[in-house]
């Protein structure tokens, strides 16, 4: 679970209390994603960063028995970076969620069970600025594109939600 964002665009809100630990009906954001994770999840490993004593004091060593371990990303430079952190944590498959967005647990187990790499993607016609997905015809994803001003028009929008092996590490950054 990717935790180590400032969330500049949370402006006061994240100015004492890390983004993660905003609270969404009646759960923090980071506890949403805890709370939906499959059976399967023997280990949880959250990669923090901005306020970081704040969460590991607030979440613990285990969530409902799952033990959690903390990496720290001391610069913040981006989701990639945050991942590769983890690196030499991650002998087998994995999912990889944001702490921040907001997941349906039926999703989360859905793509728990892709045989191989997988991505969870939200189909959207609307004009926003967010990174987008170029899929072809059997799904497949080809490109994930930042698009800064609402211009690309791929219809499917990157949730976070990936689930990967450890051979993304021999991807060069």
């Known amino acids: 679970i990717l935790a180590a964002g400032r969330g500049k665009r949370m402006a006061d809100l994240t100015n004492e209390t890390p983004k993660p630990l905003l609270t969404f009906e009646g759960q923090t954001l980071l506890e949403q994603k805890l709370s939906i994770l499959p059976p399967e999840i023997k280990e949880i490993i959250i990669v923090v960063g901005y306020l970081k004593e704040k969460i590991i004091a607030e979440v613990g060593d285990s969530f409902h028995g799952i033990p959690i371990r903390y990496v720290v990303q001391d610069q913040a430079l981006g989701t990639a970076h945050a991942l590769w952190c983890c690196r030499d944590l991650l002998h087998e ?52 594109v930042e698009d800064f001003n609402g211009s690309i028009p791929y219809n499917y929008i990157y949730t976070g939600v990936c689930v990967l092996s450890p051979e993304i590490f021999s991807i060069e950054m």
């Open 93 to 144: 498959k994995f999912i990889v969620l944001m702490s921040d967005d907001i997941y349906d647990q039926s999703d989360i187990h859905e793509i728990c069970q892709a045989k191989d790499w997988a991505v969870l993607l939200f189909p959207s016609d609307e004009k926003i600025n967010v990174g987008k997905c170029l899929i072809d015809k059997d799904k497949n994803l080809i490109d994930i």
